[in-house]
């Protein structure tokens, strides 16, 4: 039986500004255990997060789902910023922000992520070392290997492109290239399928747009996830597509075989499936039987 929930509107402070969030909790259960999420590579809280949000809450779980400074409602001068960096602090913002909180046992909490924060959350649980259970989907691990997978033709504009923009945040300006795009299209990412899935994903009335600072090609071959996989102290449940067109599968094991206790399971899916059926509801079944055994639900 699905257990009622609440929600409501949080705003917390992290660096240079702050994050706005969803908190979805019982407000008869006294302290909960709670899992924080964010979403992947330029993507926002609003799309199909609630999905797996409601999931959770239903099942007597916690969420706090964020959108990163600079994205969806969160403000921020410099929109759609993707940076590995900012938004590992984000999370570490939230994780101060909830352990605040009167609903929430500070003593049971875990992280979701997918994609770019696939990678991020492994990393936030090294750095933190206090949470209870991590769960990367379709996680991004190494860049390393996706950037091996992506077109050698496009590493010439995009260093180009991604070093003026740099210049350009020393006076506060900006230049954006397209974040999704179609084998062969100058964009960030051109996987097979992604630009019809990312921008299928958008909901209806956002005001996100297909674009990102180009600063990010400077920082994410310096995001290696992996390498901190081995100082990961809790439980971590790994889900990953077989058929995935941008994450290389190798890279996925490599860091699985890395880390003190994982769980992991393959899928025949691509990267964009999980958030749809059949895969969606298989993927957080499993979420929830995960969250609820290492969080204590009771």
């Known amino acids: 039986m699905a257990r009622a929930y609440t929600t409501r509107v949080v705003r917390f402070e992290s660096g240079d500004g702050e994050c706005v969030g969803d908190l979805y909790f019982d407000p008869e259960a006294g302290k909960q255990p709670f899992v924080i999420m964010a979403h ?85 649980a090294a750095e933190d070392g206090n949470l209870i259970a991590v769960s990367c989907l379709v996680p991004f691990f190494d860049s390393w290997a996706v950037m091996a997978k992506m077109p050698p033709v496009g590493f010439l504009p995009v260093t180009l492109m991604s070093a003026a923009d740099w210049a350009a945040s020393l006076f506060g300006q900006s230049i954006n290239m397209t974040l999704a795009g179609d084998p062969g299209e100058f964009a960030f990412l051109t996987f097979p399928g992604w630009k019809t899935g990312i921008l299928g994903s958008v909901p209806q009335g956002s005001k996100w747009q297909n674009k990102l600072p180009a600063r990010v090609a400077l920082e994410l071959p310096f995001h290696r996830p992996i390498l901190s996989a081995s100082k990961v102290n809790c439980p971590v449940l790994i ?36 958030f749809k059926e059949p895969w969606f509801s298989k993927i957080a079944d499993r979420q929830v039987e995960f969250f609820s055994t290492r969080l204590s639900v009771h």
């Open 40 to 124: 992947g590579f330029g993507a926002e809280r609003t799309w199909k997060l609630p999905d797996f949000a409601v999931r959770f809450a239903e099942a007597g779980i916690g969420v706090l789902n964020f959108d990163y400074r600079g994205f969806g409602d969160s403000p921020g001068e410099v929109r759609q910023w993707v940076s590995p960096s900012r938004h590992r602090e984000d999370f570490h913002a939230a994780l101060r922000f909830l352990r605040s909180q009167p609903i929430a046992d500070a003593a049971r909490i875990g992280l979701w992520g997918a994609s770019l924060s696939g990678g991020n959350v492994l990393m936030a």
């Open 239 to 274: 889900q990953y597509g077989k058929r995935d067109e941008g994450i290389p599968v190798q890279s996925v094991l490599d860091t699985a075989k890395q880390l003190r206790s994982v769980e992991i399971e393959e899928y025949a899916m691509g990267h964009i499936q999980p």
